[in-house]
């Protein structure tokens, strides 16, 4: 996609400068920031501003530099020395705050769980003990394979405390996914369980664990959460089941005074090649952006209950379900299962049930939500919300009505947050007590991020499309990819010269300064808000006996706002088929897991590519969406393209 030649479409006619909404009074009227200063101050002395969001945490040491630049390497907080997990916690228990909620949790089956902050912190120093007394110490990796039950959290926790660095991966990546990232974050110890529950089925967590593990030889020891009860394999010396280590652990361990700089967690992300980037985060500078935007973005207040249904395997799980709101001992609601099971009104059930005031979740499920219908909301009491959040993707503004109208009752500001895994926390939202809102604009950067849009010479552009950059360093930005200096200077530094962070995402701002995201400029795919690199999946086909050559783009899909397309070469002794084409789908789901299963698999004699070989990608999405082809002078082979359009609208 090229950003610099964004059209104007009738989405922008139709929204762009007619639509616009305010917060009600009361909201502006309650909310924690309602002052235009902020912004002001924050621009005036954006250093200052960080000082005082990470003031609101709690340091065993204070810091001596608040920030040294290295371009592209910054340290936030230098010299300062703080533990995350006695931020989530014990600081909470000696303000007396011990028998608050901190989480509801909700079995997909119907079981159900309430935990106080002190039961959390319990379970957190017994955690914490028993990985200690494994040997793991402080800067090891402990890989993290869990569904959505509150053992995942105390899991996370458990290894910041010990400074112990975490690297989560979610429980719908495959055996292989699941090795390859253990292997590269060469982590000593897995957690896991025996299985989570997914609509109605038990994923087979343990299974699926054991395959990885066979080739992970870094792996010492395996902890397993018994979540579903049903029988798996135990290896005796390895496997240690969680409830058997519990019983004898000691019951207090003391937090790691880890330095501001010091390694936090790890957490692999979709790169524009086929290796996932391990994107590193460090303690002091994560905490203080997840904390301080916890805050502001959502508002939150003592008494709110705080849904965010993102799973902990994604960054928005890490930022906004464990440390930044446990930072601010919000009380939480954890879902573990999926949105329609048993019922498509699920989500507004549990709303219902814990009078849940602030929910965030993503693009993809609004429009799942919104193709059921309406009377699955309306059968149900929301009038607990008073904020509604979005994150993943663009919200399309027919989704934002949507959100707006039934979720909302037109009662509820929606927060748009734009982020990414390697920004931390979020960067360009509105406040939701002063921001006026337009419909599929997440708005402004935030006080304290400096973001732009630039063209391809890094100009400036005040008005219109480009590329978005994030022009100085903040607190919760990544500091790295992990044992990769080179990709890190490369995949984000490189465009514009070392000078400024390229977010690889197009974006467009309109004349009052809003911004408007087009989606991703290179070949990254959102998937259900899930990022997928075409490389990736590519590599997954290839990796199959069948296949000489694929190509796969992403398409748009009205639900998922990207589906999978792979336009695929066999080998020639090998036939298309429907069959071909089953094998392949779960060939990808075997290799990555089934959330990057292409929808659809072409096959083809060949693929169209640049006279330098480049497959054109751009080409192949006006294919499989059935668009007049585009510019195709740079094509090596104008006619492979058109045999490809024949061939596809045959299909
Ligand atoms: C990419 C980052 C941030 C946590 C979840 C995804 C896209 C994310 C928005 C939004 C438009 C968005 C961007 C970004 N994205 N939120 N509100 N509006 N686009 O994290 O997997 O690191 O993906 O998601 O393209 O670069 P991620």
């Given at each position: 996609m090229d950003p610099l030649k964004h059209q104007k479409t009738e989405v922008d006619d139709l929204f762009h400068e007619s639509r616009r909404f305010e917060?009600?009074?009361?909201?502006?009227?309650?909310?924690?920031?309602?002052?235009i200063k902020i912004y002001q101050d924050a621009n005036h002395d954006r250093l200052k501003f960080w000082e005082d969001c990470a003031r609101r945490l709690e340091w065993f040491v204070p810091w001596t530099k608040t920030l040294q630049w290295d371009r592209p390497f910054a340290q936030w907080f230098v010299g300062g020395r703080i533990n995350a997990s006695y931020n989530c916690l014990d600081r909470h228990i000696k303000a007396n705050m011990g028998n608050k909620v901190a989480f509801y949790w909700e079995g997909?089956?119907?079981?159900?769980?309430?935990?106080?902050?002190?039961?959390?912190?319990?379970?957190?120093?017994?955690?914490?003990?028993?990985?200690?007394?494994?040997?793991?110490?402080k800067g090891d990796r402990v890989a993290i394979y869990l569904p959505m039950i509150p053992e995942a959290v105390v899991a996370m926790l458990a290894c910041s405390r010990i400074g112990a660095a975490h690297t989560v991966i979610f429980g719908g990546f495959s055996a292989d996914a699941l090795r390859d990232r253990i292997n590269d974050a060469q982590a000593?110890?897995?957690?896991?369980?025996?299985?989570?529950?997914?609509?109605?089925?038990?994923?087979?967590?343990?299974?699926?664990a054991d395959a990885a593990v066979e080739q992970t030889p870094s792996i010492k020891d395996v902890i397993v959460v018994q979540r579903t009860k049903q029988e798996v394999p135990i290896k005796s010396g390895r496997d240690h089941w969680?409830?058997?280590?519990?019983?004898?652990?000691?019951?207090?361990?003391?937090?790691?005074?880890?330095?501001?700089?010091?390694?936090?967690?790890?957490?692999?992300?979709?790169?524009?090649?086929?290796?996932?980037?391990?994107?590193?985060?460090?303690?002091?500078?994560?905490?203080?952006?997840?904390?301080?935007?916890?805050?502001?973005?959502?508002?939150?207040?003592?008494?709110?209950?705080?849904?965010?249904?993102?799973?902990?395997?994604?960054?928005?799980?890490?930022?906004?379900?464990?440390?930044?709101?446990?930072?601010?001992?919000?009380?939480?609601?954890?879902?573990?299962?999926?949105p329609d099971f048993p019922e498509r009104n699920r989500f507004w059930k549990i709303i219902e049930k814990y009078k849940v005031s602030i929910l965030y979740t993503a693009p993809t499920a609004i429009r799942a939500f919104m193709k059921w219908g309406e009377e699955y909301p309306k059968g149900c009491d929301l009038s607990s919300l008073r904020l509604l959040g979005s994150v993943g993707e663009p919200i399309n503004p027919e989704a934002w009505m949507w959100y707006y109208e039934y979720i909302?009752?037109?009662?509820?500001?929606?927060?748009?947050?734009?982020?990414?895994?390697?920004?931390?926390?979020?960067?360009?939202?509105?406040?939701?007590?002063?921001?006026?809102?337009?419909?599929?604009s997440a708005t402004k950067p935030l006080p304290g991020i400096d973001a732009e849009i630039l063209n391809e010479e890094g100009e400036v552009i005040k008005e219109g499309g480009g590329f978005l950059s994030i022009t100085s360093p903040w607190p919760s930005m990544l500091r790295g990819i992990w044992g990769d200096p080179e990709r890190y200077k490369q995949t984000y530094w490189s465009k514009w010269q070392g000078k400024n962070y390229f977010a690889g995402d197009g974006t467009k701002r309109d004349k009052d300064g809003y911004f408007w995201f087009l989606g991703r400029v290179d070949d990254i795919m959102l998937v259900a808000g899930h990022n997928i690199s075409t490389a990736e999946v590519e590599s997954a086909l290839i990796d199959h006996p069948m296949v000489a050559e694929s190509a796969v783009v992403g398409v748009t899909d009205d639900i998922k706002g990207q589906a999978i397309v792979?336009?695929?070469?066999?080998?020639?002794?090998?036939?298309?088929?429907?069959?071909?084409?089953?094998?392949?789908?779960?060939?990808?789901?075997?290799?990555?897991?089934?959330?990057?299963?292409?929808?659809?698999?072409i096959f083809t004699a060949d693929v169209p590519k640049t006279r330098s070989g480049k497959i054109m990608?751009?080409?192949?999405?006006?294919?499989?969406?059935?668009?007049?082809?585009?510019?195709?002078?740079?094509l090596a082979d104008p006619a492979v393209t058109a045999a490809l359009k024949q061939k596809y609208d045959e299909v």
């Open positions: 917060p009600s009074e009361i909201f502006k009227s309650h909310a924690n920031y309602k002052d997909e089956n119907g079981d159900t769980q309430i935990l106080t902050y002190q039961d959390v912190y319990e379970q957190v120093n017994k955690m914490a003990s028993v990985i200690k007394g494994l040997g793991i110490k000593k110890l897995l957690i896991t369980a025996d299985g989570g529950y997914r609509r109605g089925n038990i994923v087979p967590l343990k299974t699926i969680w409830h058997d280590l519990a019983k004898t652990a000691k019951t207090y361990c003391e937090p790691e005074p880890m330095e501001s700089e010091d390694l936090l967690f790890i957490l692999y992300t979709s790169g524009t090649t086929g290796k996932p980037k391990g994107i590193v985060h460090t303690t002091g500078g994560y905490l203080t952006g997840v904390t301080a935007t916890t805050y502001s973005v959502f508002d939150l207040k003592p008494n709110d209950i705080f849904w965010c249904t993102a799973d902990v395997g994604w960054v928005t799980g890490h930022s906004y379900v464990v440390y930044g709101p446990m930072a601010n001992g919000a009380t939480q609601v954890i879902y573990e299962g999926a909302g009752q037109k009662r509820c500001p929606i927060v748009d947050t734009w982020w990414q895994t390697e920004t931390g926390c979020i960067m360009i939202t509105s406040l939701p007590g002063m921001t006026t809102m337009k419909p599929g792979a336009f695929v070469i066999l080998k020639e002794k090998n036939k298309s088929s429907k069959e071909a084409e089953e094998i392949l789908k779960e060939h990808v789901a075997l290799k990555i897991g089934s959330l990057a299963k292409p929808k659809q698999i990608r751009r080409l192949l999405r006006d294919i499989a969406e059935g668009r007049a082809l585009g510019d195709i002078t740079t």
